[in-house]
T-cell receptor, first 114, second 114 residues
């Protein structure tokens, strides 16, 4: 079955430290990968996406992610986090087909501490 | 400003009552979606629509109904048949149903059944 795994439900980190949020997906011939951020009681905002081409994708707010096909991963990174980055982060995968169905991970709460 | 609006932001309902959540977009997108979000879980697809007067069930359609009479509007009705309706509901839209079409989300409606 197609699935997305975010193993870390919560990641505590100090301000200005680097962070990596992990995302793994079940293997498929073609995948399209997305990271969304959700602030409390708000909708989801697109951070970045991988559709094709360069495996290193840069997004908004200084975030980047690397598509690794052999490890079926799409980890999100930021070299230096701010308090304002505290939010829930969701990895999502589209496996193609006729419905543009997104399969979401369970989310990772990034908790930035001063 | 182009975007997706959802109303109301908070909604309270008594058991046994139907309730309708509004979703409007002015992005000129053809495809629209409804998701449900529960604590500690990813988003789950309820219904989606590719064009006016056409919609399809997602993974958890039981107890919900939708209509798509206008391109810009995709209301969701939570019926009394939905056993556990308390959740955060998110509407999204995309240009089309291609796997590469990014989904953009509204701010959400939090439904609480009393």
């Amino acid at each position: 079955a197609q699935s997305v795994t975010q193993l870390d439900s919560q990641v505590p980190v100090f301000e200005e430290a680097p962070v990596e949020l992990r995302c793994n997906y079940s293997s498929s011939v073609s995948v399209y990968l997305f990271w969304y951020v959700q602030y409390p009681n708000q909708g989801l905002q697109l951070l970045l996406k991988y559709l094709s081409g360069s495996t290193l994708v840069k997004g908004i707010n200084g975030f980047e992610a690397e598509f690794n096909k052999s490890q079926t991963s799409f980890h999100l990174r930021k070299p230096s986090v701010h308090i304002s980055d505290t939010a829930e982060y969701f990895c999502a995968v589209s496996y193609g087909g006729a419905t543009n169905k997104l399969i979401f991970g369970t989310g990772t709460l990034l908790a930035v501490q001063p | 400003d182009g975007g997706i609006t959802q109303s109301p932001k908070y909604l309270f309902r008594k058991e046994g009552q139907n309730v309708t959540l509004s979703c409007e977009q002015n992005l000129n997108h053809d495809a629209m979606y409804w998701y449900r979000q529960d604590p500690g879980q990813g988003l789950r697809l309820i219904y989606y629509s590719q064009i006016v007067n056409d919609f399809q069930k997602g993974d958890i359609a039981e107890g919900y109904s939708v209509s798509r009479e206008k391109k810009e509007s995709f209301p969701l009705t939570v019926t009394s048949a939905q056993k556990n309706p308390t959740a955060f509901y998110l509407c999204a839209s995309s240009i089309g149903l291609a796997a590469t079409d990014t989904q953009y989300f509204g701010p959400g409606t939090r439904l609480t059944v009393l």
